[in-house]
C-alpha cells in the first residue's frame, strides 16, 4: 500500500498561484509515476499532469499547460503541483495519485484537496 497526503490547497484570486504538494509514504517501490487529477463540482475527473519517479520529464494536460508545472522530490517521496495564473475554471478538488508499477494504473489517491479561484 501508498499512503498519500496532499496540502496547499485553499482560496486563491484569479491570477494568483499556488503549490500543492505530496508526500507518499509506504510501498514507494511500486511508483511508477505521481501526479494530480481534478475534478470540478458537475464534472468528470479531469487529468492534470504526471511525472515518472525514475526519470523523464513531467507531462501536463493542454488546459494546463504553461501555467501548471509538476516537480518531485525523490529523496522526500513528494510530488508538487506549481499552478500560476489560476483561472475560476482552475476551480476544483485536486487528488494526487500514484500510478502502480504492478497494475499500471492509478491505483492510489489522496483524500483530495479544495482549490478555488475566485474572479
Known amino acids: 500500500q501508498v499512503q498519500l497526503v496532499e496540502s496547499g490547497g485553499g482560496l486563491v484570486q484569479a491570477g494568483g498561484s499556488l503549490r500543492l504538494s505530496c508526500a507518499a509514504s509506504?510501498?514507494?517501490?511500486?511508483?511508477?509515476?505521481m501526479g494530480w487529477f481534478r475534478q470540478a463540482p458537475g464534472k468528470e475527473r479531469e487529468f492534470v499532469g504526471a511525472i515518472n519517479w525514475s526519470g523523464g520529464g513531467p507531462s501536463v494536460a493542454e488546459s494546463v499547460k504553461g501555467r501548471f508545472t509538476i516537480s518531485r522530490d525523490n529523496p522526500k517521496n513528494t510530488v508538487y503541483l506549481q499552478m500560476n495564473s489560476l483561472k475560476p475554471e482552475d476551480t476544483a478538488v485536486y487528488y494526487c495519485?500514484?500510478?502502480?508499477?504492478?497494475?499500471?494504473?492509478?491505483?492510489?489517491w489522496g483524500q483530495g484537496t479544495q482549490v478555488t479561484v475566485s474572479s
Open positions: 495519485v500514484v500510478r502502480s508499477t504492478i497494475s499500471g494504473r492509478y491505483d492510489y
Open positions: 509506504g510501498r514507494i517501490s511500486v511508483i511508477y509515476s
